[in-house]
């Protein structure tokens, strides 16, 4: 079975989670952490070359903002307690998004762990005050004309594959704003499992639907 090269994951249902068991939202990004931090070996072990996550959109800014920083608190967290980790298991980490709308104390810590794991030959993205259409707008601006594989290379993505497998978790059937010109040929997965509650099991399921997939690219079999 070959598994996609790059899967990409809009992690949703933290809140639904935490809320089903009378706990405050918080906590349920804390178990989403903990998700990603599982499946992040799971693709590692599976050959999966890159793991991207959607962990706080540009729409995000919109939530209390007692959710927002503590979604920052936990960013920040994630990047310290991960760096030994990282660089011990040659994990590339890198973001994407509109950063300067981080704070520069975490714009500091981002910068500094892209530059620590740049040797890793496993990356994880991490899409940070991210959007497709404002990544999109950032890129025209500076694009001069070109071919497809130019303005490719003006996008945050630059350097990255296009996504094989995109995986949503909660039941929520849409894109929400990501990797819009990466997903033209991308394969989806969609579960009703909430994000913290996705296992071993679920990931298996994933890579099995992706390797039935015929993946046509609109040309003909
Ligand atoms: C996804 O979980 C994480 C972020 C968007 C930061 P949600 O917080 O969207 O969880 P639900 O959709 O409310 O359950
Ligand atoms: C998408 O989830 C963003 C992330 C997972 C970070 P949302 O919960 O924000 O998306 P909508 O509002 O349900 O479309
Ligand atoms: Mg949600």
Known sequence: MSAPRHVAVIMDGNGRWAKAKGLPRLMGHRAGADALDRV?????????????????????????????????????????????????????????????????????????????????????????????????????AKFQGGTEEDFSALLDTAGIPDPDLIVRTSGELRLSNFLLWQAAYAEFYFTDVLWPDFGREEFDKALASFAKRERRMGGRK
């Open 40 to 140: 992040m070996h799971y693709c590692r072990d599976a050959g999966v070359e890159f793991l991207t996550v959607y962990a706080f959109s540009t729409e995000n800014w919109k939530r209390s903002t007692e959710e927002v920083s503590g979604l920052m608190k936990l960013l920040s967290s994630f990047i310290h307690k991960k760096e030994k980790e990282l660089v011990g298991n040659g994990i590339r980490f890198r973001v994407i998004g509109r950063r300067t709308d981080l704070s520069e104390k975490l714009q500091k810590e981002i910068a500094a762990l892209e530059k620590k794991t740049a040797g890793g030959s496993f990356t994880l993205v991490v899409a940070l005050s991210y959007g497709g259409r404002d990544e999109i707008l950032r890129a025209a």
